[in-house]
């Protein structure tokens, strides 16, 4: 047994540790899923469907022990973890009343004699390797539809958000859902690696693009599914014939919520200069007044920055960015002393060759570039190898729908951003993944389709 130190990011206090898990251990459990997999996959999705009802109604009897628990140990603002948890209720609500209609069998051809039809069955045993910055959300985006439609689930959740994960795992088994079809597996990236080597029928991952394709090479060999859900450079476009104040309160909120630990946050802004310098001054007012500190606070908004490790990268793309000629309007520092962490930061007078604007932040600090036209915007937005959102501020829906048309990215967004909703797919293109979830293709991911040639005897 191993053991796993869960510390208070906002505080560096140590929350407490915890028994991890190891090679024998990982493996055993997984021996367990697969024997009772088979059993859980014949019950009839009716009985899977009231597991996940009181699920959710677990979720709301202990929302507010939930969210101090995610608080503490990802340093997210109270009213952010309240407001993950009550945006969790929908999808599980789309999940409910979904997945009946998503993997019922269709029939695709009938002349009386011969049909065909398409089944939709379990993939089987599933692992779940999973990120810290949306626990609820990009947990239950795998775990909710593998456990729906039959599946055993083997989840490792991440080591920043190890309480939330168990407090998931707690409220599924309380809800009925048996102890080895539901497996939450304490421990860092060995203990990650480990679950690759067991026998699963699928591997669904979110994390970052290093260790997506460390996972892809692990698994590669062996045929699996294979699902990444990785980073993202999002950029957004304002058009000259947005009003700046609107936009830029709306892009304020989009690129530092969540202290910007977002997998859509904004993550660079190209404003068309005859508006730039009136987004710029509205958006600094924006962010000036975003209040950092103490993330059980209500009026919080900037909380604490989840793995210390990521203050270096922060620091290194503002130093870089001033290096290379940027302007630092607000912030650009970490604070020294207990917990991790940064400045609101906004910079402009940025540019391609520098870090900010091509490598993902995962922070509260923005680069906003001045364009000349659309074509120009659009060319910037896709000089990235990331593609997970992008957005357009215009008041014109042609104009949005010509450029986003034209940007590579799985989700788009037309006078919104940093938005996902349960009813589309979401998913990245290029170095920000592969696969999806959520939505009906969401549901069927977890699934595969069988064909059934049915010959009525005459
Ligand atoms: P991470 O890659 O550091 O860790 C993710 C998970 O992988 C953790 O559970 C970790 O323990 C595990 N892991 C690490 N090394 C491993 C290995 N060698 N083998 C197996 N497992 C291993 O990512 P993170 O810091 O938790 O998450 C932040 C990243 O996730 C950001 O890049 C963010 O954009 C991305 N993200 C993407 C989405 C999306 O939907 N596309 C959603 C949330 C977060």
Redesign the pocket.
Known sequence: MSTLNIYNPATDELIIALPGDDAQSVAAKARSARAAQPAWAARPLEERRACVEMFRAGVVRDLEQLAVTMTRETGKPIRMSRNELNGLLPRIDFFLAETEQAVAPETVFDDGGMREQIGHEPLGVVAN??????PWF?GCNVILPALLTGNAVLY?????ATLTGLEISRLLHEAGVPRDIMVCLVG??E???A??EQQVDGVF????????A??AQ?VGRRFVKLQL????KDPTYVCDDADPAAAAESLADGAMYNTGQ??CSVERIYVHEKIHDDFVDSFVKAVTGFRMGDPMREDTYIGAIT?APQLDVLEQQVDDAIAKGATLLVGGERRIGAGNWFDATVLINVDHTMEIMRE?S?GPVIGIQRVKSDDEAVRLMNDTRYG?TAGVYTRDEQRARRVLSQVRAGSVYWNCCDRVSPRLP?S?VGD??VGL?LSKYGIQAFTRPKAWHLRTPA
């Open positions: 390797i999973s990120a810290w910055n949306y990009v490792k959740p991440s080591e920043y860092a990236a203990v990650g690696a679950l690759l991952f979110t994390g970052s693009h290093a260790t997506g460390r996972i692990a859900e990785l980073g993202g977002s997998c793995r993902e995962f997970l979401w990245g920000s993944g979830t």
